[in-house]
């Protein structure tokens, strides 16, 4: 049975440091891309960072030169190391990953159960 478990998070002054991590397992064919989305209350959920299976990273702008995605391809796992957070990174943040079927290319998609990071001001 395909998971992603998820931990790290919590609560956070302004300018301060968080963690978070997720593994992947039980995943149908190999996983693809990872990353992390997140959701903020009456806003939709928006990409933060994924990372291919080569380590090739992508940043929301947002985020550009506070967060750093990096990945275990072995263990089919990744980390988000995020710094100089903002009260307008608060939000729901969920992992996510990729697999792709060889013989169709039909992508299946893979979402952990979410963890709140909170920065005060």
């Known amino acids: 049975q395909a998971q992603v478990k998820q931990s790290g998070g919590g609560l956070v002054q302004s300018g301060g440091s968080l963690r978070l991590s997720c593994t992947a397992s039980?995943?149908?064919?190999?996983?693809?891309?990872m990353g992390w989305y997140r959701e903020a209350p009456e806003r939709e959920r928006e990409l933060v960072a994924t990372?291919?299976?080569?380590?090739?990273?992508f940043y929301a702008d947002s985020v550009k030169g506070r967060f750093t995605i990096s990945r275990d391809n072995a263990e089919n796992a990744i980390a988000l190391q995020m710094n100089a957070l903002k009260p307008e990174d608060t939000a729901e943040y969920y992992c996510?990953?990729?697999?792709?079927?060889?013989?169709?290319?039909?992508?299946?998609?893979?979402w952990g159960q979410g963890t709140q990071v909170t920065v005060s001001s």
């Open positions: 996510w990953a990729e697999s792709r079927d060889p013989e169709d290319g039909t992508s299946y998609n893979y």
């Open positions: 039980g995943i149908l064919f190999s996983v693809n891309d």
């Open positions: 990372i291919t299976d080569g380590g090739k990273a």
